[in-house]
């Protein structure tokens, strides 16, 4: 194991920790090109030039210039037609018939289709087979898509979908966690996993204490909506452009309902607007209809969902109870816990199986827990699939904890830091409840201990107490809260990427790899890799759209595992090219490997040097091969789900985050006065594309956790389905305080350039804001409680407050 | 008689002669002009991923306005400039706010970032100087889910401090001529006495087309009918807007009272409300977006009475009478008693508002406040206007109103009866009053608050405006919108 290189501290761009919305004046520096910067040390020595440089975005010119592509942005192919969908308007019944006269006859139709014109299975699931494209016989949420219309134009489409007429014979839906638990429904097995005799720790305990913690759900609201255009060819061949984080699933879920093979299906994508875990399966029931139609057809399809219609049809984060009990001793260490995650999974098993066992991976966050159990019931409701969303369960069992930490400290008259740093992780405390130990113990320990003093935590927690001595209407919360993640799908298999480089002959590179790019910036970061591997500046690596007919049988772009995964393919596939290259220079010129170094465009061996594309020329024409496929597979994990034991995540990403807020007692308003994070993102491969993820995951984050409320109702109809009723953060709800910096220690385990993954961990910061926010409601009642619950709106902080409203 | 539309388009004059008149802005970039760097996040002016700006001459002067071409209908840019995010690098050189989105990695997905390129582009040609609250107040109606806004809030003061020439200073004057030959004083009306696009030039025009289609849809914003069209799939056979109506936008004072016409844009009622009070000004600063108060209107938010709306509950504590015609027939009545019951509003079919006086607070005390689950851009849960006349410490009359206790705007009667002749040290009659309240309303649960909720924060804002009154200090009270704070014009 190497050591940690210490904790040399990035900003974002470099710049003086400051409050960054304040300084106008400051310039960035130029943060273009490869060349002009100076280069660093890489992990053996060697001297680097592209990687853990602050690149900007690729398609960052794009973006602000309108040109960047998106499915609804493609040229559209003569003869397009568009598609609609017919909604279930009730939640769950008999689909006893389905009136589509006067959709047929509407102006413009040309095609209708429901589960009777699905040539293949009817069935969009990634796995259980519980999710059929169309509802055939059973209705099960308000909103399934029953029929499709296929029409001339989309306001055509729209409309004639209006027409239908439904008889359904409707039952009384689940709508609610206590719904699903009083009928037993589930979507898939009860699970446990964890340590130790909790029954034992928890009586013999000196102190106790159990609660219930609502945790809500959370919409994506990705920018672009889902979206999919799909081009029939010859001989039942069809190519899918599909907004998806997960081109092979939509390219296998085509190939299966319209009975095709899997060679005849092409999906591509350039870019997402966003994806966030919402496009992982969900993307596939859009491009599936739209292949549907196209085959039905014989013309180019486009389905692009109306954002309310996309608000309704696909799934969300899942909302839990979580019920808990701990044991603690009298300086706040756990001794026992015992919880149980009852999650609304919706009308299907979608990814549930993965989203709530990486709840219980995360139930310990950063905590040793001596003896656990960990308990899950995947409940099934008539309300859309709950999906992948960023964090993938694991912040809802992380803020179980985090309430836990505070609750203990409260009944202790303890700082709550002070609770939670005695119950971190340390040698000798370093087995998680599933049995993977915890092998850098010191990182997260350094992490929060620099924090803590950065942030000056000490002294603002006297000033808070001291400030609501004083104030009546306002009071103040402070917390600072670790998060400690695991990196690696849990589902093991899906720990491989691979990556298709081709070099031209004018020197000019073509990347290709699995991973898809909706804004998080891998397409950057995997072409700085392969830049640094040629020695060539980015603007030689050509980045190319994600298709299938490139590289096939991807794992999803998800599990904040981009970079690690296809950073790592594709250094193979340009390891493997330039090795050849090597190769046919030695036996060319005679000169030994050692000698030879790829830089600044050209190729320096022995006391001469060639221009990289010279070299390619002259490669091409000794006939070697310039074309090279890469694969990788995450090394050391396994895990065995039955006994619930194994090394699941290769390693942990860290970071900690320390808010202060301001309440309203008399509204429940509340205003986010200060925010210091520090984030552990390895070496990072591009710290500007880090900054961003850790900011834009924390404001995310936040955003779940105070104003983000979706509200169903008795009838299981979502109610907050547009913008104007679900209320993500807008600028001024980031504080303008607002401190973000990179703890950077090399990843100790081998990844690219030893950086570690960020797209996921830092949503988990703003436990921070709902923990200050929670300190507040304490200072306000006086009594040491504080019973809110997720999302933190007013409403459920003057709640917590007073009581019963 | 004008039978086409004209405006502005990349240096040249676009006429459309045929168009459905429920065709949006946005559907004709994307769909006829094929344009498709301005983007549609969510059909409902929500977003601002649609967001283009429209320039306009107002008295000589080029204006720019950020607009939502979501829910903009086409015809409403008779007489603009369009401007969208495909026309602002030049000559190979991205504008200033473009390239410091670039530098300061503004950028992640991409797909808001067209909006709020245009967002900012539009504070960047009104001059404004980098001040935080005025980024991030054109930035409320551009949702970004992926940055976390920091990149872009650093990205907008570097470009307002860097203040580079831009192509667009040197062409202004150029555009201000095409835009004058284009300023016409015509009625449009474009279409069929079945199906048209309407744009009266003249009260009279407008009085005489609203008896002879008392069935027309009246546009003057569009912010809430432009849903409508997105959402209720509204076919809207008839249209007529009333935005090139002369004279309805027009602002009188004297020393008493506000006459606000009926087409003033909200963005302008917000520069003339925040200088009779801050809580007005601070009202209107939430008040939907840029994009939103660009494109709504005064007479517009008061004739579609919405029961959340914020303007009526601040106009009706403020004492506002409103002013309808149709014909010939001209009428006022206390603002209060145009709104009946939920969505319907003492207006006869051919009638339209057209324009609102409302009694100036001077040497009152007025208090407003909004709450909502986010502070920008958000529609509120309870909304309390308060105004108050009191003499050596006694309360002489109380005018109090909510928004979102009721179906529609209303007084709250009983409470002021409690509050009047009591004494501001007197903390029994305001309790009295609170207590009264409960006889005023009855909300509703809905999915921005509960009963309980909107009953209980009602309550507490009543004693959060006496107690302010009685201190003369906000500081102890208040997270956000102190009333020492100024707000600009936008």
Known sequence: ?805 | MRRTIRFLRKGETVEVEQFAPRTTLLDWLRLSERSTGTKEGCGEGDCGACTVVLRRLVDGRLVPAPVNACILLLGQVDGSEVLTVEDLAAEGRLHPVQQAMVEHHGSQCGFCTPGIVMSLFALYEAGMAPDRQEVTDALAGNLCRCTGYRPIVDAAFDALARREEDPFVARRQQVAGKLAALADEADVFVGSDQSFFAAPASIEALAQLCLAHPDATLVAGATDVGLWITKALAELPKVIWLGRVAGLDAVAEDGETVTLGATVPLSRARDVLAGLDPDLGELMRRFGSRQVRASGTVGGNVANGSPIGDLAPALIALGATLHLRRGAERRSLPLEDFFLDYRKQDRRPGEFVTAVTLRKPAGRHFRAFKVSKRFDEDISAVMGAFCLDIADGTVREARIAYGGMAGIPKRARAAEAALAGATLADGAAMERAVTALAGDFSPLSDHRASAGYRRRVAGNLLRKALTEIATGDDAATRLIGHREIRHAAE
């Open chain 1, 1 to 805: 194991m190497r050591q940690s290189e210490g904790t040399e501290n990035l900003t974002s761009r470099g710049a003086t920790p400051r409050p960054s919305m304040r300084d106008a004046s400051s310039r960035p520096p130029a943060t273009t090109g490869g060349a002009a910067v100076a280069p660093v040390a890489g992990d053996d020595g060697t001297t680097l030039r592209y990687v853990h440089r602050p690149l900007p975005h690729d398609s960052g010119v794009r973006h602000v210039s309108g040109t960047a592509l998106y499915i609804d942005d493609i040229r559209e192919p003569e003869g397009t037609l568009h598609v609609a969908l017919g909604l279930s308007p009730v939640a769950r019944g008999r689909l006893r018939g389905l009136d589509l006269a006067a959709v047929r006859a509407a102006p413009g139709v040309v095609a209708v289709l429901t589960a009777a014109d699905v040539p293949g299975r009817n069935d969009i699931s990634p796995a259980n087979g519980d999710e059929p494209v169309f509802a055939e016989q059973e209705v099960l949420f308000h909103g399934q898509p029953v029929f499709a219309v296929v029409a001339t134009t989309r306001d055509a489409a729209r409309r004639a979908a209006r027409l239908a007429t439904f008889d359904i014979e409707e039952e009384p839906p689940s709508i609610t966690v206590e719904d699903a638990l009083a009928r037993g429904e589930t979507v898939l097995p009860d699970y446990t996993f964890g340590r130790g005799d909790v029954e034992a720790a928890l009586s013999a305990a000196p102190h106790r204490l159990e609660g219930v913690l609502r945790i809500g759900g959370q919409e994506h609201f990705y920018l672009e909506g889902q979206a999919a255009l799909a081009v029939p060819g010859e001989e039942g061949d069809i190519l899918v452009h599909s907004s998806t984080q997960h081109p092979s699933e939509v390219q296998h879920i085509v190939a299966r309902v319209l009975g095709i093979p899997d060679a005849f299906v092409t999906c591509e994508v350039r870019r997402m607007g966003g994806g966030f875990g919402g496009k992982e399966t969900q993307a596939t029931q859009w491009a599936v209809i739209a292949a549907l139609a196209a085959r039905a057809t014989g013309r180019p399809c486009k389905l692009r969902l109306d954002r309310d219609d996309d608000m309704v049809v696909t799934g969300k984060r899942h909302d839990m109870r979580a019920d808990w009990r701990v044991g603690f001793d009298g300086d706040g260490r756990i001794l026992g816990y015992d919880i149980v995650f009852n999650a609304r999974c919706g009308c299907s098993a979608d990814l549930s199986q993965g989203v709530v066992d990486r709840t219980m991976f995360h139930a310990d966050n950063a905590y040793f827990l001596p003896a656990a159990r960990i308990a899950s019931r995947r409940l099934k409701t008539n309300t859309v699939s709950n999906t992948a969303f960023r964090g993938f369960g694991g912040p809802q069992g992380m803020l179980a904890v985090e309430r836990v930490m505070d609750e203990i400290a409260a009944r202790l008259g303890r700082d709550p830091l002070d609770v939670r740093k005695a119950n971190f992780y340390a040698p000798g405390r370093d087995e998680t409840p599933y049995g993977q130990t915890v092998e850098d113990t010191d990182v997260l320990a350094a992490l929060v201990a620099q924090l803590e003093a950065d942030c000056d935590y000490r002294a603002r927690r006297r000033a808070v107490t001291a400030f609501n001595a004083r104030s009546r209407v306002l009071k103040k919360g402070l917390a600072l809260t670790p998060v400690k993640f695991g990196i690696s799908f849990t589902l093991t298999h899906l720990n491989q990427a691979g990556a298709l480089v081709h070099v031209y002959q004018d020197g000019s590179i073509h990347l290709n790899h699995g991973g898809t790019e909706m804004g998080q910036g891998l397409f950057i970061k995997v072409a700085q890799v392969v830049a640094e591997e040629f020695g060539v500046g980015i603007e030689c690596v050509r980045i190319t759209a994600t298709t299938t007919a490139k590289v096939p049988n991807t794992s999803p772009t998800a599990a904040s595992s981009g970079s690690d995964l296809n950073g790592m393919a594709a250094r193979i596939a340009a390891a493997t090219i330039r090795q050849r290259l090597v190769e046919f220079l030695c036996e060319t010129y005679d000169v030994a490997e050692g000698e030879v170094t790829f830089r600044d465009d050209r190729v320096f061996f022995g006391n001469e040097s060639l221009a990289f594309a010279d070299l390619v020329k002259k490669a091409y024409q000794a006939r070697i091969p310039l074309s090279a496929t890469g694969f990788y597979r995450t090394p050391a994990i396994h895990w065995d789900r039955a006994a619930g034991r194994g090394r699941p995540f290769f390693y942990f990403a860290y970071g900690a985050a320390c808010a202060e807020v301001t309440i309203d007692t008399l509204t429940g308003e509340y205003r986010l006065d200060r925010v210091d994070i520090l984030h552990d993102a390895g070496r990072s491969l591009n710290p500007a594309i880090d900054i961003g993820q850790i900011e834009g995951g924390f404001v995310q984050g936040m955003g779940w956790l105070t104003t983000e409320e979706l509200v169903f109702d008795a009838k299981g109809r979502l109610a907050t389905h547009a913008p104007s009723t679900y209320k993500i953060p807008v600028a001024s709800d980031v504080p303008q305080d607002f401190r973000v910096r990179l703890f950077t220690s090399a990843n100790r385990q081998p990844t690219i350039y030893r950086s570690k993954a960020v797209g996921e961990p830092p949503l988990m910061l703003a436990n921070a804001v709902f923990c200050a926010i929670a300190d507040a409601v304490r200072a306000a009642r006086g009594d040491g409680l504080a019973p809110l619950d997720a999302p933190a709106t007013p409403e459920a902080v003057l709640r917590a407050i007073v009581g019963a409203l």
